[in-house]
């Protein structure tokens, strides 16, 4: 007697081109506007009504005139949107794209630490960056992005302490440049310190006169190799401004790769790879797992179910006064 034959069930492929045709009207049938970061799929990009750095997208989520966002980004960057528009409703495609970053931060520790700060004498300003939750947003009295880090902590009054949370790469850079000693906070993000410094070497040994453009979320190793130290705004901006065909080693996320190729296509992109820190091989580890979870299904699916959605809650209004103050 023969077995039945079980079989998985299938996974449902479809036209990405359909996909897009079907967002196109969900968004006018739902009154929604797209919001993408420059790190998920080029294919969410290019149906987006913005896309942008975190900054340039918290501010944009400000001008839009739709009742409805969807955010393809992260958990964070959803939340930062309801927060500065409580009155619209904010969908992001996968409640699970979170954040290394903000992950290892949590309240109730950064809470404990500050009020052991205190209890110690210090005089201090917390300056968060963006990367964090809303909990942790409500705690501090200010909100940097890679974009706006340096004018921001020039407000932070001189007799100030800053107690910098949670990228202590970042933080360091941020003093390198400020001049301002800080307290770092041992957070990092997990796509950024994985690339080789091996492999940067080699990449620039095999393309002569090319040029690395590093996010200020890499460890100092490879910060000291980079002739363009700048987030993913700053990157974009400046290979438009580079006429003459040039040769681009970028070591930050992969997705990164489209806006730049589509803002300048006169260049020649080449994505640092990163590497595996239990083998020491190279691997694709230079896509966030968190940004990659949006896809052009999930994107059609949020819109069409109405979820899942950001929802209000009692700690954005303080996250909300310190938002406010530093991104507009
Ligand atoms: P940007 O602010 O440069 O867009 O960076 C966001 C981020 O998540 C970096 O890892
Ligand atoms: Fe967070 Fe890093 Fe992913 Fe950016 S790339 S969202 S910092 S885990």
Redesign the pocket.
């Known amino acids: 007697m023969s077995l039945p034959v079980i079989q998985n069930p299938a996974v449902v492929e479809e036209d990405p081109l359909d996909l897009m045709d079907e967002i196109e009207s969900l968004k006018k049938e739902k009154d929604a506007s797209i919001l993408a970061?420059?790190?998920v799929d080029g294919e969410i990009q290019d149906i987006a009504d913005f896309t942008g750095?975190?900054?340039k997208l918290a501010r944009d989520a400000t001008k839009v005139t739709t009742s409805t966002i969807v955010f393809a980004g992260?958990h964070f960057m959803g939340e930062s949107a309801k927060i500065m528009n409580p009155e619209k409703r904010v969908l992001i495609p996968d409640l699970h794209a979170g954040?290394s970053?903000a992950e290892s931060c949590p309240p109730d520790q950064l809470a404990a630490f500050q009020e052991q700060l205190r209890a110690n004498g210090r005089d201090f300003h917390t300056v968060a960056y963006?990367?964090t939750s809303a909990a942790v947003k409500s705690l501090v009295d200010w909100i940097v992005?890679?974009?706006n880090a340096r004018e921001i902590i020039d407000r932070v009054p001189k007799e100030k302490e800053i107690l910098f949370v949670p990228d202590q790469h970042l933080g360091r850079y941020l003093m390198e440049v400020t001049g301002r000693k800080m307290i770092l906070w041992p957070g990092s993000?997990m796509?950024?310190e994985v690339f080789s410094i091996q492999d940067l070497l080699r990449a620039k040994r095999n393309n002569p006169g090319s040029v690395v453009m590093a996010?200020p979320?890499c460890p100092q190793n490879i910060l000291e190799l980079t002739d363009v130290i700048g987030?993913?705004?700053k990157m974009r901006r400046h290979v438009m401004a580079t006429e003459t065909p040039t040769t681009f080693l970028v070591a930050?996320?992969a997705a990164m790769i489209h806006p730049l190729q589509k803002a300048a296509p006169q260049h020649t992109y080449i994505p640092v790879p990163g590497i595996m820190a239990s083998t020491g091989e190279t691997c694709a580890c230079n896509r966030?797992p968190h940004m990659s979870l949006n896809t052009l299904q999930k994107v059609r699916d949020c819109l069409r179910n109405g979820g899942p959605e950001i929802v209000w809650r009692d700690y954005y209004a303080k996250a909300r006064e310190v938002l406010d103050r530093s991104l507009l």
């Open positions: 970061h420059y790190y750095d975190s900054l992260v954040c970053l963006i990367n992005t890679s974009g993000c796509v950024h996010h979320e987030g993913t705004e930050t996320e966030c």
